[in-house]
C-alpha cells in the first residue's frame, strides 16, 4: 500500500481591469452624509459677527444659599449667650439652613473650629467652654 501524495495547485485571482470595483454602500452614505453636511453649514465669513460694544443678554441671578456658618453667627448673635454646636444647627435649620448630612452640628461645629484655628482674633466665633461658642464681639 503506497500513499499518493498529490499537490495541490494554487490559483491566483486576478483582478478584471474591465469592471471597476464599487465602493461599499456603508463608505458611500458616509461620504454623502458629510459632503450634505458641509454643504448645509454656512461658512465662517458668512456667519454673522456680533457687535463689538452688544452687551449680552442678562441673566437671572439665583437666590444665594445662606451658609451654615452666617446662619450660626446670626443665630449666635440673636442668642447673646453661648450655645452648644447642637442648639446651633437646630436653630439654623430653623431658619433656613438647608443640608443634607445626618450630624449637621457636627459640621456645623467643625467648620466654626476651622474659621476660629484660621483667622484667629479675627473670626466670628469664640470658643467661651467646652462645646460653647459665642460670638466674638
Do not use: C, F, H, Y
Given at each position: 500500500m503506497t500513499a499518493k501524495t498529490t499537490k495541490k495547485a494554487t490559483t491566483k485571482k486576478t483582478a478584471s481591469k474591465a469592471m471597476p470595483r464599487k465602493a461599499?454602500?456603508?463608505?458611500?452614505?458616509?461620504?454623502?452624509?458629510?459632503?450634505?453636511?458641509?454643504?448645509?453649514?454656512?461658512?465662517?465669513?458668512?456667519?454673522?459677527?456680533?457687535?463689538?460694544?452688544?452687551?449680552?443678554?442678562?441673566?437671572?441671578?439665583?437666590?444665594?444659599?445662606?451658609?451654615?456658618?452666617?446662619?450660626?453667627?446670626?443665630?449666635?448673635?440673636?442668642?447673646?449667650?453661648?450655645?452648644?454646636?447642637?442648639?446651633?444647627?437646630?436653630?439654623?435649620?430653623?431658619?433656613?439652613?438647608?443640608?443634607?448630612g445626618k450630624t449637621p452640628h457636627a459640621t456645623l461645629y467643625a467648620a466654626m473650629i476651622r474659621e476660629i484655628a484660621k483667622k484667629g482674633k479675627g473670626s466670628r466665633f469664640k470658643k467661651t467652654d467646652r462645646g460653647l461658642f459665642a460670638t466674638n464681639t
Open positions: 461599499p454602500a456603508k463608505k458611500l452614505a458616509r461620504a454623502n452624509t458629510a459632503a450634505t453636511v458641509a454643504k448645509a453649514t454656512p461658512k465662517a465669513s458668512m456667519m454673522a459677527k456680533p457687535a463689538k460694544n452688544a452687551t449680552p443678554p442678562k441673566q437671572v441671578a439665583k437666590p444665594k444659599r445662606v451658609s451654615g456658618l452666617d446662619l450660626a453667627a446670626k443665630v449666635l448673635a440673636d442668642a447673646k449667650e453661648p450655645l452648644q454646636a447642637k442648639a446651633i444647627a437646630e436653630r439654623a435649620i430653623a431658619a433656613g439652613w438647608q443640608t443634607t
